[in-house]
């Protein structure tokens, strides 16, 4: 069994699929569009937001985000370091510096304290990443605490797609929410795709700019700088277990032919590229968590006696 299994997706949607591939080749508009316009405009009533931009993917969301709100060269921005580097890796990109934070060991999502103390040690932005399906249980008040500080939010909700806090869908709490429409995600495309949503049309404007070489219309670039190259609150984007005895974990699953993943495995902080950049960093919740996590099978069409043998075989486990 895999973790995921995108043949039975588009089994399930190959009608509504053909459809609309007809449509849109019948049309001929292949990039952004009347089609994209649609869908932008309905998922930013499904999330409560006034405007979605989509992009190419959602590490160029988390990037253009960055962008948009006016994060440069030199400045901090702080984020965790267990969520696959993508925001580590926009950081990177627009040339400033990663400030990590730890999460808290049961939700494996960051803290309003760890943001606090991020805060106050000079971060421009702060990154949180909703993870695994999880909407950030202090989100609310991440977000008052950012609007207060003057601190820019950027919410990842690549894997969190509806995923709420009280009655609101997460990338409506921060600055600038981030999506991503990776085939694997909850909402997944045949390919890449992302999205980036806004209330402040300020931010809307320059992200729509950004996407599509800096016009301001057809051809004509007028930026400063040219752009460079369970509950509600859940969604089981993966269904992801702790075990410190993952190794003997994967192996029984393997003999039971049940396929696992883990999610991440090297936190960013300890990544290679960095050599010794980081070595004074110490993110002890983290770094447990990334020995400890693994992901089993989860996806909408597992059927129930698929559920049944993952079940049986965790049950049969002995470390
Ligand atoms: C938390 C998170 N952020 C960002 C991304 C980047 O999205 P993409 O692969 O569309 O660039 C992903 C997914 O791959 C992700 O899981």
Same mark, same amino acid.
């Not at 085939?183 to 931010?203: I, Q, R």
């Given at each position: 069994?895999?973790?995921?299994?995108?043949?039975?997706?588009?089994?399930?949607?190959?009608?509504?699929?053909?459809?609309?591939?007809?449509?849109?080749?019948?049309?001929?508009?292949?990039?952004?569009?009347?089609?994209?316009?649609?869908?932008?405009?309905?998922?930013?009533?499904?999330?409560?937001?006034?405007?979605?931009?989509?992009?190419?993917?959602?590490?160029?969301?988390?990037?253009?985000?960055?962008?948009?709100?006016?994060?440069?060269?030199?400045?901090?921005?702080?984020? #965790?370091?267990?969520?696959?580097?993508?925001?580590?890796?926009?950081?990177?990109?627009?040339?400033?510096?990663?400030?990590?934070?730890?999460?808290?060991?049961?939700?494996?999502?960051?803290?309003?304290?760890?943001?606090?103390?991020?805060?106050?040690?000079?971060?421009?932005? #702060?990154?949180?990443?909703?993870?695994?399906?999880?909407?950030?249980?202090?989100?609310?008040?991440?977000?008052?605490?950012?609007?207060?500080?003057?601190?820019?939010?950027?919410?990842?909700?690549?894997?969190?797609?509806?995923?709420?806090?009280?009655?609101?869908?997460?990338?409506?709490?921060?600055?600038?929410?981030?999506?991503?429409?990776?085939?694997?995600?909850?909402?997944?495309?045949?390919?890449?795709?992302?999205?980036?949503?806004?209330?402040?049309?300020?931010?809307?404007?320059?992200?729509?700019?950004?996407?599509?070489?800096?016009?301001?219309?057809?051809?004509?670039?007028?930026?400063?700088?040219?752009?460079?190259?369970?509950?509600?609150?859940?969604?089981?984007?993966?269904?992801?277990?702790?075990?410190?005895?993952?190794?003997?974990?994967?192996?029984?699953?393997?003999?039971?032919?049940?396929?696992?993943?883990?999610?991440?495995?090297?936190?960013?902080?300890?990544?290679?590229?960095?050599?010794?950049?980081?070595?004074?960093?110490?993110?002890?919740?983290?770094?447990?968590?990334?020995?400890? #996590?693994?992901?089993?099978?989860?996806?909408?069409?597992?059927?129930?006696?698929?559920?049944?043998?993952?079940?049986?075989?965790?049950?049969?486990?002995?470390?």
């Amino acid at each position: 069994m895999l973790i995921n299994d995108l043949k039975a997706h588009t089994a399930e949607v190959m009608q509504g699929v053909e459809s609309a591939l007809k449509r849109v080749l019948t049309r001929g508009w292949y990039v952004l569009g009347p089609e994209i316009e649609r869908f932008e405009r309905n998922f930013a009533a499904y999330l409560g937001v006034p405007a979605c931009t989509s992009v190419a993917n959602g590490t160029d969301a988390l990037e253009l985000a960055l962008r948009a709100t006016g994060v440069a060269t030199g400045d901090v921005v702080a984020t #965790v370091a267990n969520a696959g580097m993508y925001a580590t890796t926009a950081v990177l990109a627009v040339g400033a510096t990663p400030r990590f934070m730890d999460v808290a060991l049961e939700t494996a999502v960051v803290t309003l304290e760890e943001v606090g103390q991020a805060i106050e040690s000079g971060a421009k932005a #702060v990154v949180v990443t909703h993870l695994y399906g999880l909407a950030v249980p202090d989100i609310e008040r991440i977000g008052s605490l950012c609007r207060e500080a003057r601190v820019v939010l950027v919410e990842d909700c690549a894997q969190a797609h509806g995923a709420m806090v009280g009655d609101k869908r997460v990338g409506s709490f921060g600055d600038i929410g981030c999506f991503s429409f990776y085939p694997t995600k909850n909402l997944g495309a045949l390919g890449d795709g992302g999205a980036v949503v806004a209330d402040d049309t300020s931010f809307t404007e320059k992200v729509r700019r950004l996407r599509q070489y800096g016009w301001v219309s057809k051809y004509t670039v007028s930026l400063a700088g040219a752009p460079s190259a369970g509950g509600p609150e859940y969604v089981a984007h993966l269904f992801v277990v702790r075990t410190a005895h993952r190794d003997s974990l994967r192996t029984h699953l393997g003999t039971c032919d049940i396929g696992s993943d883990v999610h991440y495995p090297v936190p960013d902080h300890r990544q290679p590229v960095f050599g010794d950049r980081f070595a004074d960093v110490t993110l002890p919740n983290t770094e447990r968590l990334a020995n400890e #996590v693994l992901t089993l099978p989860c996806y909408p069409e597992m059927s129930a006696e698929d559920v049944d043998r993952v079940v049986e075989a965790m049950n049969a486990w002995r470390p």
